[in-house]
């Protein structure tokens, strides 16, 4: 499986893979629940390796780590998933 922060890069850089509607998943640990936002929503900071930068609805800025993504999502099908605990034992 392709790491993460690859897939990223090419969703980001790669003209031809890039074209689409992308979408992440995430573990939002207040909510207890997989948040979905779309890749043209969130930004990174090249201060903060490791992290994505959302917006959520009251204007507050919430950085989310990278290892929270659980799904990539790309027309609305899951393109890249994060195994389960129990998948990588």
Known sequence: MQPLHELLHRIRWDPEFGKGRFALG????????????PFG??????????????????????????????TVYKNGEAIWERPSDREQK
């Open 41 to 70: 929503s969130i930004t990174f900071d090249a201060t903060r390796h490791g992290f994505f930068a959302v917006e959520d609805a009251d204007g507050l800025r919430r950085h989310i780590p990278l290892h929270r993504v659980r």
């Open 26 to 37: 995430y573990d939002d640990r207040v909510a207890g629940e997989q948040q979905i936002v």
